[in-house]
């Protein structure tokens, strides 16, 4: 049952009472959308909040019919914009599927209603915060410090099912390079 990796999700990494917990679990719905679907497109405001149960997707920022990868999602976590769900403004990124994904879908006003019953979920959301925060900074300064073949290589060390996963063209720029940069890289390594 796709909701009890929410469950096991929450289980296992926030301190939620058991009965909040299973109640909050159960109230997701299961979505499944097809291969290159945006689930949130730049300038809508994010009404869900959204766990990815199956599937792989990019997070990117697109201008001028340029886009940039900034994420990836392969494995079960959650794949929001935080801010415009708990700010109700709009988005600047994009999120795309690229397979079949299974989606557990909650809406605002419900998560709303169990942030207000259940001390916990105030809990989750500054440690949701806290981690995007961390994870923005250390992945800025990555891109920042690193030379090319080092970002393939914490890839690889950090992120490899990213590499089995991911189309390369899709990695190149998140790695802000070429394929053909990407390519003679992975051949050296």
């Known amino acids: 049952m796709t909701n009890e990796k929410i469950f096991h999700f929450f289980n296992s990494l926030f301190p939620f009472n058991q009965e909040g917990l299973k109640e909050f679990a159960a109230s997701f719905e299961t979505k499944t959308y097809p291969k290159n679907t945006l689930i949130i497109q730049q300038e809508s405001i994010v009404k869900k909040l959204m766990f990815l149960s199956s ?12 886009e940039m990868n900034t994420d990836f999602f392969v494995k ?40 207000e019953r259940y001390q916990c979920g105030k809990n989750f959301v500054d440690e949701i915060f806290k981690d995007i925060i961390a994870k923005k900074e250390d992945e800025e300064f990555k891109h920042f410090s690193l030379t090319p073949d080092e970002l393939y290589l914490d890839l690889l060390s950090n992120k490899p099912e990213w590499l089995q996963e991911i189309p390369l063209y899709h990695i190149a720029t998140y790695l802000r390079m070429t394929p053909e940069t990407l390519s003679r890289i992975r051949k050296r390594n």
């Open 76 to 115: 079960p976590q959650f794949i929001n914009d935080f801010y415009s769900l708990m700010h109700a403004t709009p988005t600047k990124k994009n999120i795309q599927t690229l397979t079949e994904v299974t989606v557990l879908e909650l809406n605002i006003d419900v998560f709303h209603d169990f942030l």
């Open 55 to 66: 599937g792989s997707l990019r997070e990117f920022f697109a201008k001028d019919d340029k």
